[in-house]
Protein backbone atom coordinates (compact mmCIF):
# COMPACT_ATOMS: atom_id res chain seq x y z
CA UNK A 1 0.00 0.00 0.00
CA UNK A 2 2.95 2.20 1.08
CA UNK A 3 4.90 1.22 -2.32
CA UNK A 4 1.25 2.77 -4.37
CA UNK A 5 1.47 6.00 -2.58
CA UNK A 6 4.38 7.08 -3.43
CA UNK A 7 4.25 5.91 -6.99
CA UNK A 8 1.37 8.09 -6.82
CA UNK A 9 3.33 10.77 -5.15
CA UNK A 10 6.26 10.81 -7.59
CA UNK A 11 3.29 10.90 -10.84
CA UNK A 12 1.82 13.36 -8.91
CA UNK A 13 5.22 15.66 -9.33
CA UNK A 14 4.98 15.27 -12.86
CA UNK A 15 1.81 16.76 -13.29
CA UNK A 16 1.69 20.91 -13.63
CA UNK A 17 0.53 23.23 -10.89
CA UNK A 18 -2.29 24.47 -12.48
CA UNK A 19 -3.58 20.69 -12.77
CA UNK A 20 -2.82 19.81 -9.53
CA UNK A 21 -4.55 23.24 -7.72
CA UNK A 22 -7.81 22.14 -9.56
CA UNK A 23 -8.28 18.99 -8.16
CA UNK A 24 -6.41 20.06 -4.37
CA UNK A 25 -8.60 22.93 -3.95
CA UNK A 26 -10.94 21.20 -1.92
CA UNK A 27 -8.27 20.79 0.58
CA UNK A 28 -7.02 24.10 1.25
CA UNK A 29 -9.05 27.69 1.70
CA UNK A 30 -7.06 29.67 -0.36
CA UNK A 31 -4.00 31.69 -1.50
CA UNK A 32 -5.29 34.45 0.98
CA UNK A 33 -5.64 35.08 4.78
CA UNK A 34 -9.53 36.43 3.71
CA UNK A 35 -9.95 33.25 1.80
CA UNK A 36 -9.19 31.41 5.50
CA UNK A 37 -11.29 33.69 7.81
CA UNK A 38 -14.10 33.00 4.75
CA UNK A 39 -13.99 29.08 4.81
CA UNK A 40 -13.31 29.23 9.43
CA UNK A 41 -16.52 31.53 9.68
CA UNK A 42 -18.35 29.18 7.20
CA UNK A 43 -17.20 26.16 9.57
CA UNK A 44 -18.30 27.97 12.72
CA UNK A 45 -21.68 28.58 11.39
CA UNK A 46 -21.84 24.41 10.86
CA UNK A 47 -20.82 24.01 14.46
CA UNK A 48 -17.55 23.22 13.43
CA UNK A 49 -14.06 24.37 15.65
CA UNK A 50 -11.33 25.14 13.08
CA UNK A 51 -7.52 25.20 13.47
CA UNK A 52 -5.55 27.26 11.06
CA UNK A 53 -2.53 26.24 9.12
CA UNK A 54 -0.36 29.33 7.45
CA UNK A 55 1.17 26.66 4.44
CA UNK A 56 5.06 26.04 3.85
CA UNK A 57 7.56 23.86 5.67
CA UNK A 58 11.17 22.81 6.07
CA UNK A 59 11.76 26.49 5.52
CA UNK A 60 15.74 27.80 4.11
CA UNK A 61 16.92 30.70 6.43
CA UNK A 62 15.99 32.78 9.46
CA UNK A 63 14.32 34.98 7.61
CA UNK A 64 11.96 33.09 5.90
CA UNK A 65 10.89 31.72 9.51
CA UNK A 66 10.57 35.41 10.87
CA UNK A 67 8.09 35.39 7.85
CA UNK A 68 5.78 32.61 9.23
CA UNK A 69 5.96 34.19 12.64
CA UNK A 70 4.74 37.11 11.17
CA UNK A 71 2.11 35.84 9.27
CA UNK A 72 1.05 33.63 12.10
CA UNK A 73 1.03 36.93 14.36
CA UNK A 74 -1.25 38.14 11.88
CA UNK A 75 -3.80 35.14 11.77
CA UNK A 76 -3.83 35.39 15.76
CA UNK A 77 -4.61 38.83 15.36
CA UNK A 78 -7.42 38.19 12.44
CA UNK A 79 -8.81 35.71 14.72
CA UNK A 80 -9.49 37.70 17.91
CA UNK A 81 -10.96 40.67 15.71
CA UNK A 82 -13.09 38.11 13.37
CA UNK A 83 -14.28 36.51 16.60
CA UNK A 84 -13.31 33.11 15.07
CA UNK A 85 -13.52 30.10 16.73
CA UNK A 86 -10.10 29.16 15.82
CA UNK A 87 -6.59 28.30 17.10
CA UNK A 88 -3.60 27.64 15.10
CA UNK A 89 -1.43 24.87 13.61
CA UNK A 90 2.40 25.25 13.57
CA UNK A 91 4.84 23.01 11.72
CA UNK A 92 8.35 23.21 13.59
CA UNK A 93 10.30 23.12 10.74
CA UNK A 94 8.15 26.40 9.54
CA UNK A 95 9.54 27.52 12.93
CA UNK A 96 13.19 26.97 11.76
CA UNK A 97 13.51 23.10 13.15
CA UNK A 98 15.78 22.09 10.91
CA UNK A 99 17.69 25.34 10.86
CA UNK A 100 18.75 25.21 14.46
CA UNK A 101 16.50 23.74 18.09
CA UNK A 102 17.53 27.28 19.39
CA UNK A 103 16.14 29.34 16.39
CA UNK A 104 12.76 26.67 16.76
CA UNK A 105 12.10 27.69 20.69
CA UNK A 106 12.60 31.39 20.26
CA UNK A 107 10.27 31.60 16.93
CA UNK A 108 7.67 29.21 18.75
CA UNK A 109 8.02 30.95 21.91
CA UNK A 110 6.86 34.15 20.20
CA UNK A 111 3.84 32.52 18.29
CA UNK A 112 3.24 30.87 21.51
CA UNK A 113 3.42 34.43 23.48
CA UNK A 114 1.71 36.07 21.01
CA UNK A 115 -1.60 33.58 21.27
CA UNK A 116 -1.55 33.70 24.91
CA UNK A 117 -2.18 37.34 25.20
CA UNK A 118 -5.86 36.18 23.76
CA UNK A 119 -6.47 32.65 25.12
CA UNK A 120 -5.53 30.79 22.02
CA UNK A 121 -4.51 27.63 22.12
CA UNK A 122 -0.98 26.42 19.41
CA UNK A 123 -0.90 23.00 18.53
CA UNK A 124 2.67 21.82 16.38
CA UNK A 125 1.75 19.31 13.70
CA UNK A 126 4.16 16.69 13.53
CA UNK A 127 6.40 15.49 10.55
CA UNK A 128 8.57 13.22 8.82
CA UNK A 129 10.26 11.21 11.60
CA UNK A 130 13.62 13.05 11.54
CA UNK A 131 12.01 15.56 13.38
CA UNK A 132 10.41 13.46 16.43
CA UNK A 133 12.31 13.60 18.57
CA UNK A 134 13.37 17.28 18.70
CA UNK A 135 9.96 18.45 18.04
CA UNK A 136 8.73 16.43 21.31
CA UNK A 137 11.56 17.53 22.84
CA UNK A 138 10.70 21.38 21.96
CA UNK A 139 7.09 20.79 23.56
CA UNK A 140 8.06 19.24 26.24
CA UNK A 141 10.72 22.13 27.01
CA UNK A 142 7.70 24.78 26.34
CA UNK A 143 5.82 22.64 28.76
CA UNK A 144 8.14 22.75 30.98
CA UNK A 145 8.49 26.45 31.06
CA UNK A 146 4.71 26.55 31.86
CA UNK A 147 3.21 27.33 28.65
CA UNK A 148 0.13 25.56 28.75
CA UNK A 149 -1.46 26.70 25.48
CA UNK A 150 -0.13 24.36 23.39
CA UNK A 151 -0.12 20.55 22.10
CA UNK A 152 1.48 17.80 19.93
CA UNK A 153 0.89 15.41 17.31
CA UNK A 154 1.29 11.66 17.67
CA UNK A 155 1.60 9.09 14.77
CA UNK A 156 0.11 5.91 15.68
CA UNK A 157 2.18 4.22 12.48
CA UNK A 158 5.36 5.03 14.41
CA UNK A 159 7.05 2.24 17.18
CA UNK A 160 8.16 4.51 19.28
CA UNK A 161 5.17 6.38 19.83
CA UNK A 162 3.64 3.11 22.32
CA UNK A 163 6.84 4.80 24.96
CA UNK A 164 5.98 8.47 23.94
CA UNK A 165 2.04 8.65 24.34
CA UNK A 166 2.42 7.30 27.78
CA UNK A 167 4.29 10.32 28.98
CA UNK A 168 2.52 12.87 27.11
CA UNK A 169 -0.67 11.07 28.85
CA UNK A 170 1.33 11.11 32.73
CA UNK A 171 1.85 14.98 32.41
CA UNK A 172 -1.93 15.62 30.83
CA UNK A 173 -0.99 16.89 27.52
CA UNK A 174 -3.15 18.10 24.90
CA UNK A 175 -2.37 15.47 22.19
CA UNK A 176 -3.46 15.06 18.55
CA UNK A 177 -3.32 11.76 17.73
CA UNK A 178 -3.13 10.91 13.53
CA UNK A 179 -1.91 7.84 11.62
CA UNK A 180 0.69 9.46 10.05
CA UNK A 181 0.97 10.82 6.77
CA UNK A 182 4.98 10.29 5.79
CA UNK A 183 6.51 7.46 4.37
CA UNK A 184 8.97 5.80 6.70
CA UNK A 185 11.40 2.51 6.12
CA UNK A 186 9.47 -0.52 8.29
CA UNK A 187 12.40 -0.20 11.33
CA UNK A 188 10.62 3.40 11.99
CA UNK A 189 7.24 2.28 11.31
CA UNK A 190 3.98 -0.18 10.90
CA UNK A 191 3.72 -0.50 7.29
CA UNK A 192 0.63 -2.71 7.05
CA UNK A 193 -3.08 -0.75 7.38
CA UNK A 194 -4.63 -3.13 10.34
CA UNK A 195 -1.70 -2.78 12.57
CA UNK A 196 -1.30 1.49 12.16
CA UNK A 197 -5.38 1.04 13.07
CA UNK A 198 -4.44 -1.42 16.24
CA UNK A 199 -1.89 1.27 17.25
CA UNK A 200 -4.28 3.82 16.90
CA UNK A 201 -6.86 1.94 19.11
CA UNK A 202 -4.22 1.55 21.88
CA UNK A 203 -2.92 5.14 21.97
CA UNK A 204 -6.78 6.85 22.50
CA UNK A 205 -7.18 4.27 25.06
CA UNK A 206 -4.17 5.28 27.15
CA UNK A 207 -5.21 9.15 26.78
CA UNK A 208 -8.39 8.41 27.44
CA UNK A 209 -8.04 6.47 30.16
CA UNK A 210 -5.46 8.74 31.79
CA UNK A 211 -7.20 11.12 34.34
CA UNK A 212 -5.86 14.41 32.87
CA UNK A 213 -5.20 15.77 28.89
CA UNK A 214 -7.27 16.25 26.03
CA UNK A 215 -7.44 13.70 23.28
CA UNK A 216 -7.72 15.12 19.93
CA UNK A 217 -8.91 12.20 17.79
CA UNK A 218 -7.79 13.22 13.94
CA UNK A 219 -9.08 10.75 11.62
CA UNK A 220 -11.63 10.20 8.56
CA UNK A 221 -11.35 6.53 9.20
CA UNK A 222 -14.69 5.74 10.33
CA UNK A 223 -13.36 1.99 11.90
CA UNK A 224 -11.49 4.44 13.93
CA UNK A 225 -14.23 6.90 14.81
CA UNK A 226 -16.59 4.68 15.87
CA UNK A 227 -14.20 2.95 18.37
CA UNK A 228 -14.02 6.47 19.89
CA UNK A 229 -17.10 6.74 19.93
CA UNK A 230 -17.34 3.39 22.35
CA UNK A 231 -14.45 4.56 24.18
CA UNK A 232 -16.11 7.97 24.96
CA UNK A 233 -18.87 6.52 26.33
CA UNK A 234 -17.33 3.37 28.41
CA UNK A 235 -14.61 6.29 30.06
CA UNK A 236 -17.65 8.75 30.38
CA UNK A 237 -15.29 11.09 29.17
CA UNK A 238 -16.34 14.49 28.94
CA UNK A 239 -16.63 17.25 25.87
CA UNK A 240 -14.15 19.17 27.87
CA UNK A 241 -11.70 16.29 27.68
CA UNK A 242 -11.86 15.29 23.78
CA UNK A 243 -12.53 16.47 20.23
CA UNK A 244 -12.39 14.89 16.58
CA UNK A 245 -10.69 16.29 14.53
CA UNK A 246 -10.93 16.36 10.33
CA UNK A 247 -9.28 18.21 7.53
CA UNK A 248 -11.34 20.20 5.18
CA UNK A 249 -12.30 19.14 1.67
CA UNK A 250 -12.61 15.40 3.37
CA UNK A 251 -15.30 13.81 4.12
CA UNK A 252 -17.69 16.15 5.25
CA UNK A 253 -20.82 14.03 5.52
CA UNK A 254 -18.79 11.82 8.70
CA UNK A 255 -18.03 15.73 10.07
CA UNK A 256 -21.62 16.20 10.01
CA UNK A 257 -23.06 13.14 11.26
CA UNK A 258 -20.22 13.56 14.71
CA UNK A 259 -21.52 17.46 15.16
CA UNK A 260 -24.80 16.18 14.99
CA UNK A 261 -24.42 13.71 17.89
CA UNK A 262 -23.14 16.60 19.90
CA UNK A 263 -19.27 15.96 19.86
CA UNK A 264 -16.86 18.69 19.73
CA UNK A 265 -15.59 19.24 15.91
CA UNK A 266 -12.53 21.21 14.81
CA UNK A 267 -11.84 21.27 10.82
CA UNK A 268 -8.03 21.84 9.80
CA UNK A 269 -8.26 25.03 7.61
CA UNK A 270 -4.34 25.60 5.60
CA UNK A 271 -4.13 28.10 3.61
CA UNK A 272 -1.41 30.13 2.15
CA UNK A 273 0.97 30.30 -0.79
CA UNK A 274 2.54 26.96 -0.25
CA UNK A 275 0.11 24.60 -0.86
CA UNK A 276 1.90 22.19 -3.07
CA UNK A 277 3.33 19.80 -1.08
CA UNK A 278 0.47 19.94 1.33
CA UNK A 279 -1.19 19.15 -1.69
CA UNK A 280 0.33 16.43 -3.05
CA UNK A 281 -0.07 14.42 0.17
CA UNK A 282 -4.00 15.00 0.43
CA UNK A 283 -4.25 13.89 -3.47
CA UNK A 284 -1.95 10.83 -2.90
CA UNK A 285 -4.83 9.55 0.35
CA UNK A 286 -7.54 10.14 -1.89
CA UNK A 287 -8.60 6.43 -2.90
CA UNK A 288 -10.00 7.56 -5.96
CA UNK A 289 -6.61 8.93 -6.84
CA UNK A 290 -4.14 6.59 -8.29
CA UNK A 291 -6.36 5.08 -11.08
CA UNK A 292 -7.44 8.63 -11.67
CA UNK A 293 -3.78 9.91 -12.12
CA UNK A 294 -2.99 6.58 -14.14
CA UNK A 295 -6.00 7.20 -16.37
CA UNK A 296 -6.41 10.58 -16.77
CA UNK A 297 -4.00 12.96 -15.19
CA UNK A 298 -1.29 10.98 -17.54
CA UNK A 299 -3.27 10.47 -20.41
CA UNK A 300 -4.76 6.88 -19.97
CA UNK A 301 -7.75 7.43 -20.12
CA UNK A 302 -10.44 9.37 -21.01
CA UNK A 303 -10.56 13.38 -20.26
CA UNK A 304 -9.96 14.17 -16.51
CA UNK A 305 -13.36 16.25 -16.47
CA UNK A 306 -15.82 13.88 -15.58
CA UNK A 307 -12.92 13.26 -12.51
CA UNK A 308 -12.60 15.57 -10.07
CA UNK A 309 -12.19 14.07 -6.52
CA UNK A 310 -15.32 14.36 -4.33
CA UNK A 311 -14.56 16.36 -1.18
P1 LIG B 1 -7.30 6.79 5.91
O1 LIG B 1 -6.18 7.40 5.17
O2 LIG B 1 -7.40 5.31 5.92
O3 LIG B 1 -8.63 7.44 5.38
C1 LIG B 1 -9.90 6.95 5.82
C2 LIG B 1 -10.91 7.33 4.75
O4 LIG B 1 -10.98 8.76 4.66
C3 LIG B 1 -10.53 6.88 3.34
O5 LIG B 1 -10.96 5.60 3.05
C4 LIG B 1 -11.22 7.91 2.51
O6 LIG B 1 -12.57 7.56 2.36
C5 LIG B 1 -11.12 9.17 3.33
N1 LIG B 1 -9.98 10.00 2.94
C6 LIG B 1 -8.80 10.12 3.60
N2 LIG B 1 -8.03 11.03 2.99
C7 LIG B 1 -8.71 11.48 1.92
C8 LIG B 1 -8.46 12.44 0.91
N3 LIG B 1 -7.33 13.13 0.88
N4 LIG B 1 -9.40 12.67 -0.03
C9 LIG B 1 -10.55 12.01 -0.01
N5 LIG B 1 -10.87 11.08 0.94
C10 LIG B 1 -9.96 10.82 1.88
N6 LIG B 1 -0.31 13.64 9.82
C11 LIG B 1 0.94 13.83 10.29
O7 LIG B 1 1.84 13.04 10.00
N7 LIG B 1 1.22 14.92 11.08
C12 LIG B 1 0.26 15.83 11.46
O8 LIG B 1 0.56 16.78 12.18
C13 LIG B 1 -1.06 15.61 10.97
N8 LIG B 1 -2.08 16.47 11.29
C14 LIG B 1 -3.38 16.15 10.97
C15 LIG B 1 -4.44 16.94 11.41
C16 LIG B 1 -5.76 16.54 11.18
C17 LIG B 1 -6.88 17.38 11.70
C18 LIG B 1 -6.02 15.33 10.46
C19 LIG B 1 -7.41 14.86 10.24
C20 LIG B 1 -4.97 14.60 9.96
C21 LIG B 1 -3.65 15.00 10.18
N9 LIG B 1 -2.58 14.26 9.68
C22 LIG B 1 -1.32 14.50 10.15
C23 LIG B 1 -2.80 13.26 8.60
C24 LIG B 1 -2.98 11.85 9.13
O9 LIG B 1 -1.75 11.36 9.60
C25 LIG B 1 -3.50 10.93 8.03
O10 LIG B 1 -2.54 10.86 7.02
C26 LIG B 1 -4.84 11.34 7.43
O11 LIG B 1 -5.71 11.77 8.42
C27 LIG B 1 -5.50 10.15 6.72
O12 LIG B 1 -5.66 9.08 7.62
P2 LIG B 1 -7.08 8.59 8.15
O13 LIG B 1 -6.93 8.30 9.62
O14 LIG B 1 -8.13 9.57 7.83
O15 LIG B 1 -7.28 7.21 7.46
Given at each position: MRRGRRTVAKLLKLVPKPLVWRFARVYIAGETIEDAVRVIRGLNRQGCRATVDVLGEDVADEREVAQFVDAYRTMIETIVREGLDSNISIKPTAMGLKIGPDLAYRSTVEVLRAAAKHGLFVRMDMEDSSTTTTTLELFERLRGEGFTNTGVVIQS???RTIHDIRRLAETGASVRLVKGIYVEPREVAYQEYDTVRLAFINMMDILMASPAGYA??????EFLVESARRMILRYGLPTSRYEFQMLLGVDPQLRRLLVAEGHPMRVYVPYGKGWHGYSIRRLVENPKMASHVARNVLGFGPGHEAAVPAP
Open positions: MLRAIATHD
